[in-house]
């Protein structure tokens, strides 16, 4: 891309002006000389569903739709469905039974920056997304104008299309951050990237007075179970093709991610539009009216036909698995008898349900019609009701875990957009006031050995340029001290870049979450403390790849004291409870340094091979000088109908001076199973260990009985001292639900201790 004079001008110039007003205008006036087209369509709506912010990769529901769209202009969209596909694998393939909206590729008169689903109208609702290329927006938003690129079409003609950068003038969910590119002659986009400013918390979006009447009926103890409920649009990217010399959208994706407390759930909206036909006549010119004070975006409530909702087993994810199509349990039902009951439905859903049982019986084939709002244009839907011939077809991709198609821009292009909305794309100043802050996800509540009971509140403020400051005072009651610390993260939806200072306990175990709230349940109630602490005082800076940290950097100063055991009480044992047993004896100093981290999933298919990775490397000066380093694969592989087997294999080694806190520790639910952290133990800790984790499971994945035997060592080095006795060995029984998303154990140290434990865990490997 070459430089280019306008690049990085305000909208405030003279220059900017007329591109920003061929752009207001192109999107209040379809001047599409488009008269008909042709088009297949693939949908696909994704959604995850984890516990824990570093869990694997999990697809807990999908749906895939394909179809095939016939538009003519004055006489409306003919929408037939070629396939249809969708299932939960966590639960044996059962249908997702949503409701996702399809949208045609053109419809005149709706917005460019999501295809076939929005009117570009102002006579909006206040609360809506405000639209960046409304007449008004000016007092929401800066504008400045980045490369320019040209293409040329052979035949002459050549193509200028410009970047146009949006800012929004104050933190808030309802602006964007976003790069357009639009067609330089008439103001057309081509291409678009953005994202949400800010996050949508509940609070923000329905208020304080509505929030609190949803929690109103609960105890007040209960709601910090609940909190925080949050959502973010990460990423919407929409490109358009020229077709006859018309831009016509062919791809459209958006990427959310949502929080209930302590569920976690990314989300993904697909589009794909290919067309066979387009004809292009005289401009007919579809305006739409630009009043009012504050243009914003809504999305069109959906009617019936738009969202498709498909059930009986053939659906399933599983399309070898064999299936009955729905239709034919009416074979029953007479057709006459159906014909007496349309006209005596009482709802209107109930008319449409009987409409389409009789249509399935005598055609095979249901049909509906519906008008969109503000639309003249009618639009008839053909749905096929053998759903089980839809889940095999040939139009959808392999199976429910098949990635889509790329779609003709370059991979090093999409990357190139993504960037234009990372990091340094942020909102100018924070418009929001603070909020207190006191959830049991975050942590707000923990229970350990070294602090006894701890609470907590955090007060968050958006400080402006996309920074977030989060202020947090703390108090165990176990050693009676107060810590806290300050955090500044910076998102964009793809990385987030975290500064802290912090004066408080720290958890220097590699696996597991010790500080979490679910550790500490275990805790209180049994004993099962596995975590290994230290006093932490000092600076680290952090990036990390979004929503889930795949890859992380951090670089520290930091330091370190050791914390004595305060409390070995429990609610299993009473106090003097052997299973909370000693804490490291930490050498105290300080250290800077740097660690990475990066993990992957290879595999969603839980009736397929999976593989999950995990490296880590850490380097440190100070007191000491250290380099540690850790590495953990695990594989899970069908072995015979219903049999599962997986195996997880971890190791790891240290080169100079590491400090007792910075050794490696084996014990506890995440590594040799039936066995307590016990630092200091021959066997239990050192400056290098591995360790093997290997299980049978049958069952299906919403419900696996496993039998598991595990074994490690941790010492002074990677192979035991001592003979075969040395070694850590642990075995047992269990259960998994929704594949593993839910565990509970029952296991036996077999050597060097015999004692037995019950673990209930949360997003597990396997």
Same mark, same amino acid.
């Given at each position: 891309m070459a430089p280019d004079p306008l690049a990085a001008q305000s909208a405030d110039t003279p220059a900017i002006a007329p591109l920003l007003a061929r752009v207001r205008t192109a999107r209040l006036r379809n001047d599409s000389a488009v008269r008909a087209y042709d088009a297949a369509v693939l949908s696909r709506f994704s959604m995850g569903l984890g516990f824990r912010a570093t869990g694997r990769e999990r697809l807990f529901g999908r749906v895939d739709h394909a179809y095939r769209?016939?538009?003519?202009?004055?006489?409306?969209?003919?929408?037939?469905?070629? /396939?249809?596909?969708?299932?939960?694998?966590?639960?044996? /393939?059962?249908?997702?039974?949503?409701?996702?909206?399809?949208?045609?590729?053109?419809?005149?008169?709706?917005?460019?920056?999501?295809? +076939?689903?929005?009117?570009?109208?102002?006579?909006?609702?206040?609360?809506?997304?405000?639209?960046?290329?409304?007449?008004?927006?000016?007092?929401?938003?800066?504008?400045?104008?980045?490369?320019?690129?040209?293409?040329?079409?052979?035949?002459?003609?050549?193509?200028?299309?410009?970047?146009?950068?949006?800012?929004?003038?104050?933190?808030?969910?309802?602006?964007?951050?976003?790069?357009?590119?639009?067609?330089?002659?008439?103001?057309?986009?081509?291409?678009?990237?953005?994202?949400?400013?800010?996050?949508?918390?509940?609070?923000?979006v329905l208020g304080d007075s509505v929030y609190?009447?949803?929690?109103?009926?609960?105890?007040?103890?209960?709601?910090?179970?609940?909190?925080?409920?949050?959502?973010?649009?990460?990423?919407?990217?929409?490109?358009?093709?020229?077709?006859e010399g018309i831009w016509l959208p062919r791809r459209q994706s958006a990427t959310w991610f949502a929080q209930l407390s302590a569920f976690r759930m990314p989300l993904m909206h697909e589009e794909r539009f290919t067309y066979d036909r387009v004809d292009v006549g005289v401009n007919v010119g579809v305006t739409a009216s630009a009043t009012g004070d504050q243009d914003t975006l809504a999305v069109l409530p959906a009617?019936?036909?738009?969202?498709?909702?498909? +059930? /009986?087993?053939?659906?399933?994810?599983?399309?070898?698995?064999?299936?009955?199509?729905?239709?034919?349990?009416?074979?029953?039902?007479?057709?006459?008898?159906?014909?007496?009951?349309?006209?005596?439905?009482?709802?209107?859903?109930?008319?449409?349900?009987?409409?389409?049982?009789?249509?399935?019986?005598?055609?095979?084939?249901?049909?509906?019609?519906?008008?969109?709002?503000?639309?003249?244009?009618?639009?008839?839907?053909?749905?096929?009701?053998?759903?089980?011939?839809?889940?095999?077809?040939?139009?959808?991709?392999?199976?429910?875990?098949?990635?889509m198609d790329s779609l003709l821009s370059s991979a090093a292009w999409r990357r190139e957009l993504r960037a234009r909305v990372g990091l340094s794309q942020q909102p100018m100043v924070a418009s929001r006031r603070g909020t207190i802050e006191f959830s049991l996800a975050d942590g707000a509540l923990r229970y350990n050995r070294v602090e006894g009971v701890s609470g907590g509140v955090a007060y968050l403020q958006p400080i402006g340029r996309g920074w977030t400051a989060r202020q947090e005072l703390r108090y165990g009651i176990g050693n009676a001290r107060f810590q806290g610390g300050t955090t500044w993260t910076r998102m964009s939806g793809q990385y987030a870049l975290i500064a802290r200072v912090h004066d408080g306990t720290a958890a220097t175990s590699d696996f597991g979450q010790p500080l979490s709230f679910g550790a500490s349940t275990a805790a209180l109630a049994q004993g099962h403390d596995d975590g290994v602490y230290v006093r932490a005082s000092g600076l680290d800076v952090t990036w990390q790849s979004e929503p889930r940290g795949a890859t992380r950097g951090r670089v520290f100063v930091e330091r370190q004291a050791s914390m004595p055991v305060v409390t070995q009480w429990t609610l299993d044992g009473g106090s003097g409870d052997r299973r909370m047993g000693p804490n490291v004896d930490a050498q105290p100093g300080t250290w800077t340094g740097a660690v990475f981290g990066d993990r992957r999933t290879f595999g969603l298919d839980p009736a397929a091979w999976r593989v999950f990775t995990d490296l880590r490397v850490e380097v440190a000066s100070g007191t000491s000088t250290y380099g540690r380093w850790l590495g953990e694969g695990t594989v899970v592989s069908p072995a015979w109908q219903r049999l599962n087997v997986s195996a997880t294999w971890a190791l790891g080694g240290s080169a100079g001076a590491p400090p007792p806190q910075r050794h490696f520790f084996l014990g506890g639910l995440q590594t040799v199973r039936g066995h307590f952290v016990s630092p200091g133990s021959p066997g239990y800790s050192g400056a290098a260990f591995w360790f093997g984790r290997h299980e049978l499971a049958y069952g299906r994945p919403s419900a696996r009985v496993t039998l598991f035997y595990d074994v490690g060592w941790a010492g002074v080095q990677l192979r035991p001292i001592g003979g075969r006795n040395a070694l850590l060995r642990g075995g047992?029984? /269990?259960?998994?639900?929704?594949?593993?998303?839910?565990?509970?154990?029952?296991?036996r140290g077999l050597a060097p201790v015999e004692r037995t434990r019950i673990d209930v865990s949360m997003d597990v490997r396997f």
């Open positions: 769209v016939t538009w003519r202009r004055g006489a409306g969209a003919r929408v037939t469905i070629t /396939g249809a596909r969708e299932g939960m694998p966590a639960l044996d /393939g059962l249908p997702l039974n949503l409701e996702v909206t399809t949208f045609l590729p053109f419809i005149p008169g709706t917005d460019v920056l999501w295809a +076939g689903g929005v009117l570009a109208t102002a006579d909006l609702p206040p609360d809506a997304l405000v639209h960046p290329f409304s007449a008004n927006a000016d007092t929401s938003y800066r504008f400045t104008v980045g490369d320019g690129v040209t293409f040329s079409l052979g035949n002459g003609r050549d193509i200028r299309v410009r970047e146009l950068r949006v800012t929004p003038r104050r933190t808030d969910w309802r602006l964007v951050v976003g790069s357009f590119w639009v067609d330089e002659a008439n103001g057309q986009l081509v291409r678009a990237a953005y994202r949400l400013s800010a996050p949508m918390t509940a609070r923000a609190r009447e949803i929690f109103a009926d609960l105890p007040r103890w209960l709601v910090p179970f609940f909190e925080p409920v949050r959502a973010s649009l990460d990423l919407l990217e929409v490109e358009y093709g020229l077709y009617p019936a036909w738009m969202g498709v909702r498909l +059930g /009986g087993r053939g659906t399933g994810y599983d399309t070898e698995r064999p299936g009955t199509a729905a239709w034919r349990a009416l074979d029953s039902l007479s057709a006459d008898s159906l014909r007496a009951r349309v006209p005596r439905a009482t709802t209107w859903s109930d008319s449409t349900r009987l409409r389409h049982r009789l249509s399935c019986l005598e055609t095979g084939r249901a049909f509906d019609r519906a008008m969109l709002p503000g639309v003249s244009e009618r639009i008839v839907l053909e749905v096929p009701c053998d759903y089980g011939a839809l889940a095999r077809s040939p139009t959808l991709p392999a199976t429910l875990f098949s990635p047992g029984v /269990g259960m998994t639900l929704l594949d593993g998303l839910i565990r509970v154990d029952w296991a």
